[in-house]
């Protein structure tokens, strides 16, 4: 399957105090980990979803800021939706340490040509890890323009619209999206 990916990247990170794409883990930075976890799942083009002022030349990938400020996760999918050249864009966050290529390739496999797949756990969304079509742009910056930044809303639109399916995981799979939001978060030995 032909995707590229993105890397969200450009949070302000308010809660955990300092950018968490530079926090590490497993002796790399969070953002050096999912970069590797995109080329390995076989992106053809990977994003970085930045924000301003930080320099990313390290990580070697295009970085891309918002169209709409302040609008969350999803105007960092818009952005991306934008610029990729291929039919399914692979949304990653920068803070789910646990994400693995085993199951984000398991995830592809549920994409057909321009049909993402979205993972639903227990019957949580989890958005943010997740395929999208390029199909979805305009309902992004739709949804944006009329001030509805909400990612799950739009997640579920996608499948409304058939843009998407929901993928069904059992709540086993829910470790997987957990997230470093603030510094209790943040395994103690890595703090």
């Known amino acids: 399957m032909n995707f590229s990916a993105v890397i ?3 949070g302000k990170s308010s809660r955990m105090g300092r950018d968490k794409a530079f926090l590490e883990f497993e002796g790399k930075t969070l953002l050096a980990r999912q970069v590797e976890l995109a080329h390995e799942v076989g992106a053809k083009e990977i994003f970085i979803s930045g924000r301003v ?6 990580f070697g990938c295009p970085v891309l800021v918002d169209n709409f400020s302040d609008a969350g996760p999803l105007a960092g999918i818009e952005r991306a939706l934008h610029i990729c050249s291929t039919p399914i864009m ?4 920068v803070d789910m340490p646990n994400m693995t290529t085993s199951f984000l390739q398991h995830l592809a496999a549920h994409c057909v040509e321009d049909i993402g797949a979205i993972p ?5 969304i989890q958005p943010l890890a997740a395929f999208y079509p390029k199909a979805a742009l305009q ?3 739709s949804s944006l323009s009329s001030r509805d930044n909400t990612v799950i809303r739009f997640a579920e639109q996608c499948v409304k619209d058939h843009l998407a399916n929901f993928i069904e995981l059992p709540m086993s799979e829910a470790p997987r999206f957990s997230n470093w939001n603030a510094p209790p978060d ?3 030995r890595l703090n």
Not at 120 to 124: D, K, P, S
């Open 8 to 10: 969200l990247a450009g």
């Open 186 to 188: 943040v395994p103690k």
């Open 90 to 93: 692979l949304v990653l966050a």
């Open 53 to 58: 002022n930080t320099d990313y030349s390290a």
């Open 120 to 124: 639903r756990v227990g019957g949580r």
């Open 139 to 141: 309902l992004s910056a």
